[in-house]
Nanobody, 127 residues
């Protein structure tokens, strides 16, 4: 059974940065598109960013473009989310997820189904 473990969350002031990490449990990591999602209190979970198996395609929510960067290291079975210029509205629990699709393009990347989820890491941004 695939397991995902996030880390790197915390409390920062507006304008600050964090680097979130998500470790995938086994050697099949490169078979998956990986995504980062977030859910704020009282709001629906939303896709923040995603990356294809080799990093060839990345995709982002409009609200984070230019501030967040997703990357992966297949040798370490790890996906990262660098979050910069944080705003109070970025406060949420951040989850990583894996889709059994290894690749996607264009609008299809935003419609993937994710099969495995981590437990989440809290990011709190104060003004």
């Amino acid at each position: 059974q695939v397991q995902l473990v996030e880390s790197g969350g915390g409390s920062v002031q507006a304008g600050g940065s964090l680097r979130l990490s998500c470790v995938f449990s086994d050697h099949t990591f490169s078979n998956y598109v990986m995504g980062w999602f977030r859910q704020a209190p009282g709001k629906e979970r939303e896709l923040v960013a995603g990356i294809t198996w080799n990093g060839g395609t990345t995709f982002y929510a409009d609200s984070v473009k230019g501030r967040f960067t997703i990357s992966r290291d297949n040798a370490k079975n790890t996906v990262y989310l660098q979050v910069n210029s944080l705003k109070p509205e970025d406060t949420a629990v951040y989850y990583c997820a894996a889709s059994t699709t290894s690749d996607c393009s264009n609008y299809g990347c935003y419609r993937l189904i994710y099969d495995f989820w981590g437990q989440g890491t809290q990011v709190t941004v104060s003004s």
